[in-house]
């Protein structure tokens, strides 16, 4: 069982930043591959990023976030984060990061076992 809780979201100005974090309880976050989705009002789900078990691999969906977020994640820490850069008003939703034991179709909502409750992300034109 894994416990997933976001952090970071907030309103801010379009062009600006935040950083969004993702702890994770238990003792065996290395053995998940880690996902944020996020979901603007009306719309379905969607992919952003993924990241492998090691953090050796990362993976980015949503061509517009394409060079403006990375994800990473700190093992040791049991987290893993979301930056974004630039941000745009077509970037507000909610974000959810979510937590695979799979390696692979890390894009698709179902290959997530477990999905923390969203983190509001606000921006303003």
């Known amino acids: 069982q894994v416990h997933l809780v976001e952090s970071g979201g907030g309103l801010v100005q379009a062009g600006g930043s935040l950083r969004l974090s993702c702890a994770a309880s238990?003792?065996?976050?290395?053995?998940?591959?880690m996902g944020w989705f996020r979901q603007a009002p009306g719309k379905e789900r969607e992919f952003v990023a993924a990241?492998?078990?090691?953090?050796?691999?990362?993976?980015y969906g949503v061509g517009s976030v394409k060079g403006r977020f990375t994800i990473s994640r700190d093992n040791a820490k049991s987290t893993v984060f979301l930056q974004m850069n630039n941000l745009k008003p077509d970037d507000t939703a909610v974000y959810y990061c979510?937590?695979?034991?799979?390696?692979?179709?890390?894009?698709?909502?179902?290959?997530?076992?477990?999905w923390g409750q969203g983190t509001q992300v606000t921006v303003s034109s």
């Open positions: 238990g003792r065996t976050f290395y053995n998940y591959a």
């Open positions: 979510a937590a695979s034991v799979r390696d692979d179709g890390l894009e698709y909502r179902v290959q997530y076992d477990y």
């Open positions: 990241i492998s078990r090691s953090g050796g691999g990362t993976t």
